[in-house]
Structure formats: C-alpha cells, structure tokens
C-alpha cells in the first residue's frame, strides 16, 4: 500500500473543555487512519489515476513530488439545544441529534503547495447514532446531569456527505528554520446531512511547516484532515501557531433543518455561517503530534442566544 509509515489520529471537540456549557454543536470524536504514502504499483493508486482523469487531482505521473494518502474514518457528533434541562425542549432551540459516521477519504499533496481532499462519510442520524447514551452515560459518569429531551431528538435517518475540497499554500522562511505561511482553501460538501460551499484562510507561523497542511478538525471546519508527511520533516521536532477563518454558505443542515422525509424538530438555519479558529500544534519526528485550539462559530440558527465556542485536542501517532 505505502512505502512509509502509517498513523492514527483522535480528535476530541468539546464546548465543556474550555468553556461551562453544554449546547449547540457540544461534542465530537473521530478517529482516523492515515496511510503511508501509495506506491506506484499499488491498487490505492487507482481511485487517484481516476480522480485525476476527471480533473480533481490534478497530475499523478511518476517521478513528481507528489504524495497520495488514503484515510479511514470513524466518528461521533452530538447536538444538543441551549437548555438541556426541559423535558420538552422548547421549538425555537436547536433539536437534539446525534451523527455516527464511517467513511474514506483520499488526499495528494502535489508539490508540496496544492493539496487536494476527497472524502465519503456514510452513517445514521437520529436514535441509532448513540448521541443520547454517549452524552448521558458520560454525564453519569463524571457526576453531573443529564441532558432531559433527548425523546425529541430527530428520526433516524441514514446520512452520506461528500466533500472536495483543495487548498494551496504559500510559505516565506524565515531565519533558523522558521517560516510564515497563508493557506487558502475552497471546497464543497454534498448530501442530505450537509449541504455547503466553503472559503478558508490558515495563517501559521512554526518550523516544519510543509509536513501537514493544519490540524485534524471534524467537519465542517477550517482544515480538516489527519494528513502528516515525515518525509518532509527537516529535524527531529516541529511546531506551529495558527490562526484562520472560514465562510460557509449554507443549503442544507439536518441537525437544523430536520429530517428529509419525515416530521421532525427543526429551527431556521443561518444561511451564512463563519468560523474563526486559532491553536497550537507540536509533533515529535514521525512519532508523535499534539495540538489544541479554539473556535468560536457563529450563530448558525435564527434566535440562537450566543456564538457557539468549543475547543479541540488532537493526538496523533506513528507506527
């Protein structure tokens, strides 16, 4: 499959890490496979050489620097309203749903400046995707209530998103092995979970900065992919500050929105929604990559009382 190592990522998103609440968009947990970059004669090259034959990928010919990965994916996403202490949530809040999800993914790096993603993720909403007992068996645990509405949450319904996204970089360095880079992105994401059309800006300041292209996020987000290339490492250790924005214009959203073909819960979406972000990351040779960071994400539902702001941890390992 690869002629290099492989790695594993486990992304946790939460409102409480950094923050006393427990609402709107209040937990996520993905984690993720990263292949070794794909040999010449591996049958992982195919979708590649297909994806490049309709324009998405751009060039795979041999003897490029150009790096194609392939990842697998296993997630968790739980919505919840502002107050989670009603019986009967109240119409004008956020339903409660949960989003369980696998899928598959593949990315290029080409030249180490443009850097292409698609990716498939296919999963259940509603009562089958554990959202209730994850959050409550886990408030039950730590000592603190409950969440009471989740009889109302949205029906089960199977879910699929497919997004494209493609991304560039420019990069200026610095003395001592340090750089400043602006990564600029624009990408869309089709399916009856989500519907939308994104433009991003990642700016970073570090050394090492050409082994990834930003943080593992779960969707929608700003970044959002596991990929990190240690091939293109210059010594054994590597960090970076990052800051950035996205816009997301939006047709479809079901944990607003509701189900697509049954009566359910449901509030006005925003159809413009933004997030900023900003964090840390640090990464050890190929071994071992940790980062924090922040986003606060406007309000994406009519009457919603405040921003969302949640925090994410990821961890990331080499084998």
């Given at each position: 499959?690869g002629d290099d190592?492989g790695r ?14 427990d ?7 993905e984690l ?11 049958a ?16 795979t ?32 809040d956020?339903p409660?749903?949960?989003?369980a999800?696998?899928?598959i ?11 292409d ?9 509603g ?6 007992l994850?959050?409550n068996?886990?408030?039950?645990f730590?000592?603190?209530d409950?969440?009471?509405g989740?009889?109302y949450q949205?029906?089960n319904?199977?879910?699929v ?18 750089a ?8 869309a994401t ?6 939308y059309?994104?433009?991003?800006l990642?700016l ?6 050409e ?24 010594g ?5 500050t990052?800051?950035?924005?996205q816009g ?8 607003l ?8 819960r449901d ?5 413009f929604?933004?997030?900023i ?10 071994a071992?990559?940790?980062?924090a960071?922040?986003?606060?994400r406007?309000?994406?539902f009519e ?6 702001k949640?925090?994410?941890i990821?961890?990331?390992l080499?084998?």
């Amino acid at each position: 499959m690869g002629d290099d190592s492989g790695r594993i990522t486990l992304t946790e998103e939460n409102d409480s890490i950094a923050f006393p609440t427990d609402r709107y968009y209040t937990q996520g947990l993905e984690l993720s496979y990263l292949s070794g970059n794909v040999v010449t004669d591996s049958a992982w090259l195919i979708p590649f050489s297909r994806l490049s034959a309709i324009g998405l990928f751009g060039a795979t010919r041999d003897g490029g620097d150009v790096a194609r990965r392939y990842r697998i994916i296993l997630g968790q996403s739980i919505f919840t309203p502002n107050d989670t202490s009603a019986v009967n949530p109240d119409r004008d809040d956020r339903p409660y749903a949960g989003w369980a999800y696998g899928g598959i993914g593949f990315v290029q790096d080409t030249g180490r400046r443009r850097f292409d993603t698609i990716e498939l993720l296919v999963g259940i909403v509603g009562p089958g995707a554990q959202g209730r007992l994850a959050q409550n068996d886990w408030h039950q645990f730590i000592g603190i209530d409950g969440a009471n509405g989740w009889d109302y949450q949205i029906h089960n319904e199977p879910g699929v998103m497919l997004t494209y996204e493609r991304k560039y970089r420019f990069i200026q360095p610095l003395l001592d092995g340090f750089a400043i880079e602006a990564i600029p992105e624009a990408g869309a994401t089709i399916g009856n979970v989500m519907t939308y059309a994104q433009v991003s800006l990642l700016l970073r300041f570090g050394c090492n900065l050409e082994a990834d292209y930003g943080p593992n996020r779960i969707r929608p987000a700003l970044s959002g992919t596991n990929y990190f290339n240690d091939t293109y490492l210059e010594g054994p250790f590597g960090f970076y500050t990052y800051v950035g924005a996205q816009g997301r214009a939006v047709a479809r959203n079901i944990f607003l929105d509701g189900n697509s073909f049954r009566d359910s819960r449901d509030v006005d979406k925003e159809v413009f929604v933004g997030d900023i972000v900003g964090g840390i990351a640090m990464f050890w040779s190929s071994a071992v990559k940790l980062d924090a960071g922040f986003t606060y994400r406007t309000q994406d539902f009519e009457g919603q009382d405040d921003a969302a702001k949640f925090a994410n941890i990821n961890l990331s390992l080499g084998f």
